[in-house]
C-alpha cells in the first residue's frame, strides 16, 4: 500500500491525528497492534484542556462531549484540614472539560468511517524502516500475510512501549528520566462523586485524588508504594484510605460501590528528544511521559497531533517543509512546560519517602503562599488550564 503518512497507534494521538490529516485531504492509515475494544477497555486521563476539546470542535465531532462532558471553572488543594479552591475560570477566563479518554477515543473510532479513515488494527510485528530518508516505509503482519506501507512520513503516536522512538539512533537522541518513589492506584465506581470539582489531596499517610467521570461515575486515586500489589487493596481498605486522605468534609459525601476497575500505575516523568528525525515525526507517550498530577498525558498528546498536523497539511499543501523541519523545537517547547508543571504539582502534592522535616516544611509553605498570593494561583490556573499552543 503506498499513502502520505503511516501514523502507528490508534490511541487518542493517532486517531486525532488521522482524521485532522483526512480532513485536509492528506491521505493517511492508521496501523494498530490491539482491537478496538482492548484500547476502550483501557481506563486512562478525564480531563480535557482547551487545545482537546477544540481539536474536537474543529473535527465536528465534539456533539457528545458537549453534552456529555463536564465543565469544571475549579478544582482544590486539601492539605490536611485546609482546602484551597484554584478558581481557574475567574484567574484565566477559561475552563477544562472532565471527559474520559476512553468516551474521547470512542467518539474519534466511531467516526472512522464516515470520515474514510483508514484503520488497520491487530496488526503485529509492525516495524519502521529507512525512516531517514525521504521514502520510509512500514511493514507488519496481520492474518499470517506481511503488509508493507510505503509513505511520505511516518508518524510514531504508539505510546511508551511502541517501536517508533526506538527508530531513532541512540546516539542523534537524549532522553531524560526521573522515575517517582510510589505508584497511583485507581478506582472507577458508578457512585456520584463525593464533590462537584476534582480535590488533590496531601496527607500525612499520602496523596489522594477525588475525580470523576459524569455524575454517576467516580474515579478517586491514592499513591501507594511501587511494592504494592492491587490484590492487597479490597474495595473496602481502598475506600476507607480515600476517606481518612480526603478529609472528613469529602468522607462525609463519599459514596462506596463495588470497583469496575482498579489498577496501579507507576508515575514518571520522560522526554525523549528530538520528536523529528529525518522523516519520521513522535507524538504523545511515544515521546513523552509526564506524571498524572495535573492530567496533562492526554492534552500534551493533542497538542503535539496540533502541531504535527499543521506542519505535515503544509508540506501536502503548500510545498512548505519549514513546520515540519521545526517540529522538535515547536512541540518540545510546550512538553518542558507541562513536565514542569506535572512535576512540580507531584512534588508538593505527595509525601515522598525520602522527605524529611524540611521538605515537609517546604510544602506547607508553598501551599501557604498559594491560599494567600492571586498571582501564585493564577500561575497554577493558567498551568492547569492549559497553557497556549
Ligand atoms: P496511547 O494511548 O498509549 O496509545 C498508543 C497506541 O499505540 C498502540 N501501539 C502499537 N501499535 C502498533 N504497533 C505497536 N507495536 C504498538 N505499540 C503500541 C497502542 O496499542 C495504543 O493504542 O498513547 P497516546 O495516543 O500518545 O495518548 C497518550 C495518553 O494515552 C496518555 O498520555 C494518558 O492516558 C496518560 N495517562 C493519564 N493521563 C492523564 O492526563 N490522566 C490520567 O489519569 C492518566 N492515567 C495514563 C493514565 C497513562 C497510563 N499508561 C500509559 C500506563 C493511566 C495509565 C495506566
Ligand atoms: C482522572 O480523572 O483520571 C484524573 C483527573 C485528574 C488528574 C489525573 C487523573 O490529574
Known amino acids: ?59 465536528g465531532l465534539d456533539a457528545r462531549l458537549r453534552a456529555e462532558g463536564l465543565p469544571h471553572g475549579g478544582f482544590n488543594l486539601a492539605d490536611g484540614e485546609r482546602l484551597i479552591r484554584i478558581d481557574i475560570a475567574d484567574l484565566t477566563g477559561k475552563q477544562v472539560v472532565v471527559y474520559g479518554q476512553t468516551e474521547l477515543t470512542r467518539d474519534l473510532m466511531a467516526a472512522r468511517e464516515e470520515r474514510g479513515l483508514e484503520v488497520v488494527y491487530e496488526a503485529a510485528d509492525v516495524a519502521l524502516h529507512d525512516v531517514e530518508s525521504d521514502a ?74 477525588a475525580s470523576m467521570r459524569s455524575e454517576s461515575r467516580s474515579r478517586y486515586y491514592v499513591d501507594v508504594p511501587l511494592t504494592d500489589r492491587v490484590e492487597e487493596w479490597s474495595d473496602e481498605r481502598l475506600w476507607d484510605e480515600l476517606a481518612i486522605r480526603l478529609g472528613p468534609e469529602a468522607a ?91 512535576w512540580s504539582l507531584t512534588r508538593l502534592m505527595h509525601r515522598f519517602p525520602e522527605d524529611g522535616p524540611f521538605e515537609r516544611a517546604m510544602q506547607v509553605a508553598e501551599l501557604d503562599y498559594i491560599a494567600s498570593s492571586r498571582a501564585a494561583q493564577t500561575a497554577i490556573a493558567e498551568n492547569y488550564v492549559g497553557l497556549p499552543v
Request: glycine share 10%.
Open 1 to 59: 500500500m503506498k499513502t502520505r503518512v503511516c501514523i502507528i497507534g490508534a490511541g487518542p494521538a493517532g486517531l486525532l491525528l488521522g482524521h485532522l490529516l483526512r480532513a485536509e485531504g492528506v491521505e493517511c492509515v492508521v496501523i494498530e497492534r490491539q482491537t478496538p475494544d482492548y484500547i476502550l477497555g483501557r481506563i486512562r486521563a478525564g480531563v480535557l484542556e482547551e487545545i482537546t476539546v477544540s481539536l474536537m470542535a474543529r473535527l
Open 136 to 209: 520510509p516505509f512500514v511493514t507488519y503482519t496481520k492474518d499470517g500475510t506481511e503488509h508493507r506501507v510505503d509513505a511520505r512520513f511516518v508518524v510514531g503516536c504508539d505510546g511508551f512501549h511502541g517501536p517508533s522512538r526506538k527508530a531513532i539512533p541512540a546516539g542523534v537522541a537524549k532522553e531524560y528520566l526521573r522515575e517517582y518513589p510510589f505508584g497511583w492506584l485507581g478506582i472507577l465506581a458508578d457512585v456520584p462523586p463525593c464533590n462537584h470539582e476534582l480535590i488533590y489531596a496531601n496527607h500525612e499517610r499520602g496523596f489522594a485524588l
Open 252 to 342: 462525609a459525601h463519599m459514596t462506596r460501590g463495588p470497583a469496575i476497575e482498579k489498577s496501579i500505575a507507576p508515575l514518571r516523568s520522560y522526554v525523549f528528544a528530538p520528536m523529528r528525525h529525518g522523516s519520521l515525526l513522535l507524538c504523545g507517550d511515544a515521546a513523552h511521559i509526564v506524571p498524572p498530577t495535573g492530567a496533562k498525558g492526554l492534552n500534551l498528546a493533542a497538542s503535539d497531533v496540533h502541531y504535527a498536523a499543521e506542519a505535515l497539511t503544509g508540506y501536502f499543501r503548500r510545498n512548505d517543509a519549514e513546520a515540519i523541519a521545526a517540529y522538535s523545537d515547536t512541540a518540545l517547547a510546550r512538553v518542558w512546560k507541562s513536565e514542569r508543571f506535572s
